[in-house]
Each structure stands twice: as structure tokens, then as C-alpha cells.
DNA sequence: CGTTTACGTGTAAACGATTACCTAGGAGGA
DNA sequence: TCCTCCTAGGTAATCGTTTACACGTAAACG
């Protein structure tokens, strides 16, 4: 590997000149600069991040950190950001929370140690007691999927409680008249937006949440739950796409005919949500949107511009009805997509 | 941010000092180390892993080249190359090369740039002409998913050979008797190995084969083009799970008899196999150990510690049977999976 | 003709760590 | 007593860039 000294060696001129040659940071003649490039193409010259990103304190790096990159959500959204992220001649590092708030620490800890000019983030924290743990992170932060209330922290989500009523209103309209919730993990902001949209929509009618923890097997202990009930919900939605493959397949494994009875309506679309039978409603979040925009503003702040505190995408509720357990078709009901 | 001389200052010691008590590199009296300890402590002190990173010439970074980190593949394997990577205190840049030998070569350009130490790759070229590119790299390498011969990288691949004669021989013993392989992206290792194992477990039988992309895309054209063979194999083996996902979801949609008169067996397990009807059967490959493998190896061969050229890990067929498709029992057949 | 102004370039000090080399004091052996 | 060896710790060079400052020349201006 050769040095921007070997470089200016060779080219007869000053480091300085090299840097400002790579850098354009200055008025460099016609001349001077063929001799340069020559002397960098020769040597196949490449500036080192770490040289440059000690001196500058920025190394065009930032992290990410998803609960879990395998839930396909958090990939879409990676793909956002890395799209925008490496159109801005920045990485990406990426962490997993595992929504355990020890595993956040140590992550962001790692970040900055790393020396990321920023970091997007699904925190797992959301009280107000934990917004001094965030505000007190030395790199700008930009928080994605979760809003981060009470803390001075741009957020990025979904106006998911829309969803959530329109999808609930759909199958009022249709004459359900029961309806379930399986909750996220408590604390997070996007539980307490869909229950408290959900309570909304519901509330005139009878109504049950249950509280899982976001993840598969919160989905298994719904579907005992569901089973259980002497006087079952005929609408159940789930608050995010694990705990509705939990459901799904214990459902089906268990309790087929609770299965084929009741309309599900889960978060994110995914494959399998479409060839389980009956097939899955969904509400469908702009990932890779999110995960665009959440770069862009991280970037702004890097760059010290001023953002908003608060970005909301719109979501879309893609209803599947099937003919057992749609209820009754509206007068010019055609059953596709609604927006 | 303090810096390693502000704690030397206030713990009254040389830099040397607090470097050595942070490394564990040289013998330090109790005393001194509680009062390094404590000052770290008091400035909560991180050290720069630029300023290290600088100095000796390793940033405790891999970059990580998956295809797509939204394919379920690539991100176990992701996890896999993420815990070991973070046990041994690296962190992972990860980029996409979409299969596309431009996007590949620009990926492992950047990752160089930003000073990685290593890089895990699916390589997208294969061929002789090929081996000169990855060679000159001048980090260490490991490849993943894919062999790259004639070139001295040491590989972690899958015995998905031995998985494609089990389940063609699975079948066969059933009494089906024709047999379709759609093949992945010509070029690499994989689609060679399989196409191979599959014409010898099938090649006594009729069978054909059809050349997809590995994309979405290419499953849904071997859709039509299945539905337009006047006669048709009764089990089809697709080599991708994009592929069969585009297989299956065009099939359900305009070829529905074919779908419910055909085996279709996949590579690699995701959850809409299984809730396919019928569902499909799956070559399961150990993701996760991939990773993990992978990631071994490189770090060890940052160490300069001597690697295999080639690792092998074995795959599981896991079959799932359908009383219409799968053709006459065995007299001791339990059609569970089988190992 | 003296004074600006502009332009092109070089010198050398950072950035934050690691580490080769050196110093000094005390213990132990001959 | 002298020499050697061990332990504990400091000094300062170094990694590869960027960049504040200085310098010299030539053109432009009054």
C-alpha cells in the first residue's frame, strides 16, 4: 500500500498538493495535477480512511442497529439506508439489539468506539427515564420504526394507528363485531400508538388485547390465549410479523378451526402471509422508505442542518378477505387492496 | 471526547502507561493500575479506534459481500458472521453486490478503502479468468456459499450435491420418474455442483432442466415455461428460493393443477414453504454455521494462521410429502424428515 | 514605480493511539 | 563490592492524512 508521500515523491510535489489534488480543496494548476494523477494511477494509490478519518475525525461511517436483521422489516429497511448511505460515500455497521437493552448499549458503545459519525437506531428504551441514556450519546442519532418521545432525537415511523383503524373500520363495516389485539413488547411506542388506535376502533364493540413480547413465541402463547376464549374475537390483529407466524402456525398445527374462523390482520408484508389459508390482511409499512429517509437525516445532522423531529410515512392496508370469514360484502365491496 | 493523554494526565502516569494498563500489554504495579483505572473511569474514557486503527494498522473490521441481505440466506449467514465477529470484538461492514460483477467490484474497492481487515464474500464471478481479480486483492478473503477453485481462497460451502441425490432418490423410490431442475445463474459454483448432482440422480429418468437467474424473475418464467411441456415432470427441484418463490407464487396464481400436481423441492427453509399448499419440500442448509464458519476463518487468516482451502458443511433434506403428489409410500415410510 | 491581489505551492503541526528504546532502583549471587 | 537481572515506568517516534500558515512570483492597479 502506498502513502500520499510516495504519491508527492513521485510527482515531484508537496503532500499538500496530493491531498488537495484528491480533495479539490484548492487551486491546483492543469500541470501539477496530470502529474499527480499519473503518480496515484502509477501506484494505484488509494487514501486511507484511517489517516484521513484521525485527522478530519470522521471516518464517512454509520451504524445501524436493528433488533434483528433477519426479520425481513429490519432488511428492507437496511437496504434504505445503505442505498442512501453509500450514494453519500458512507458505510454502514451493523448491530443487533435483539430488543434487549443490554445488547443496545453495548452495541452503541461499539459504534462510537469505532468512531461512526452517527447512528440509526429502533430503540428498545422508550420511557422517560431512559431519554437521558440517549441524550447523552456523543454522536448525532436518528431513531427509526420507533419514536423516541421527550428526547430531542429525530424519529422516523409510520402513521401505523391509521392503518390500524382503517383496518379495523373495514371489518366493522362488514359486520364484525368482535375484536382482538396481540400487543408488542410494552414500552415500545409503536404498541402503545396501535393499542391505544385500536382501543379506539373497537371500543363501541367488544374487545380483548393480548400482551406478547414481539417475538415468535409471543405468538404461540396468543394462539393457547385465543383458543381458550369461551366467547372468541372474530378480527384478530397482530402487532408485528413474528408474533403472527407464532399464531399462524401454532393455529394451524392446534387449533385448525380457530384458524379458519377468524380474520387476521398482521404487520408487513411477507410471503408466507399470502399463501397461508385463509389468507393474512396486512398492513404494509414503507420500509425501505423508512430506511431512505432515516439515512438522509442522519446525514443532515452529521452535516449539522437542522430536521425535523418528527417524519411520518404513510402505511397501506392490503385487505384479503376470504368468503368464510369476510362477513358480508359491502354494496360496492370488491375485496382488493385499499389504500 | 478525552483522549489517552488527558487520562495519563489525571491519573498522574505517561500515556505508555494507561496504554499498557488498557492492553494488558506490560506488567503494571496495582497501585498505578487502579489510579489509570479510575481515571478512565472518571472521564469515561473509550479509546479511539482510529487513532489505534492508525497505529497499527488494523481497524477490527470485516466487510461482509452478501447478494442481498433481504433473501433470508444471506442474513443468517449474516448472523453468524456477526456473533463470532463481535466475540472477537470486530465489527462487519456489510455491502450488496445484487449478483452484479460491477456492484461486487465497487463493494470490495470501498470495503479496502475504509481500511477492513478482512473481507467474507459471495463471490459472483467463478471462472478462470476470474481468479486473477480476487487474488490481487490485498486483504485476506474468505468465500462463502461459493466455491472459487483454481484460486488459493479458502471457501465454506454446503454439500447441497449429497441433499439434490437424496431428494431426486427420495422421489424416485416413490416411483415418480420425471424429473425438472430449475438451475440458478449459470457461472456460479453452486449452479454447477447441483446441476451435476441432479442429472446423475436423474439421468436413468426423463428430467430437464431450465436455466433461471436466481431472482424472482427467473421463477416466474420456469413457471410458464413448466406449464408448457406437454408432458410434465412430476417433481421439480428449484436450485434458489427467489426462484421458487416466483415458481410458486405464478403457478398459484395462473397454473393452480400444475402447482397441486407437482413435487416442488427448494433450497433453503423460510416459513412460506411450509405454509404452501402442498407445501414444498426443502434442502435446508446450516445458515447460521455458515456464518460462523466464515467468519472463523477469515479471522484466522488475519492471524495468518493456515486455513483449509475448503470447508463443507452438511445440508438436511427435509421432506414434505402431499397424499396427491407424493407418489406410492415405502413400506416403512413415515415421511418425516429425514437427515 | 510601489502596492495590492491572486495564484500556486511547500512546511510542519496536528489527530490518538502503540511501541521500541531507555532509565532507575532493588534483589540476588559471586 | 560489583555485576546481573528483574520490575516498573517514561520518552518520543510513528502510522497516513489534512490544513493553518508562510512564501514567492506575476499580474493588476493607482
Known sequence: MSTIRDVAKRAGVSTATVSHVINGTRAVSGQ???????????????????GRGLRTNSLKTVGFVAADLTNSFFAHVFRGVESRAREANYTVIVSHSDEDVGHESEAIQNLIAKGVDGILLAPVRSGLEDAEFYQEISVPIVSYDRRLTAVNIPSVVTNSQDAVREAINFFKARGHERFALIAGKQGLST????????????????????????????????????????????????????????????LQEHYPEVLSSTVLITMDEEPWTSFVRPPLSVIVQPTHEIG????????????HTDVPLLTTLPCRFVARTDPVTAGHPLPDDESGPTS
Open 191 to 250: 404498541t402503545l400508538e396501535r393499542g391505544q388506535a385500536f382501543e379506539q376502533a373497537a371500543s363501541p364493540h367488544r374487545h380483548w388485547v393480548f400482551y406478547g413480547d414481539s417475538r415468535y413465541e409471543g405468538g404461540v402463547h396468543a394462539a393457547r390465549w385465543l383458543s381458550e376464549q369461551p366467547v372468541r374475537p372474530s378480527v384478530v390483529l397482530v402487532g408485528n410479523n413474528l408474533m403472527a407466524m407464532g399464531l399462524v402456525v401454532t
Open 292 to 303: 431512505v429517509t432515516a439515512a438522509d437525516l442522519l446525514l443532515q445532522r452529521i452535516r
Open 32 to 50: 501539477t495535477r496530470v502529474l499527480v494523477v499519473q503518480a496515484m494511477k502509477e501506484l494505484n494509490f488509494v487514501p486511507s480512511a484511517l
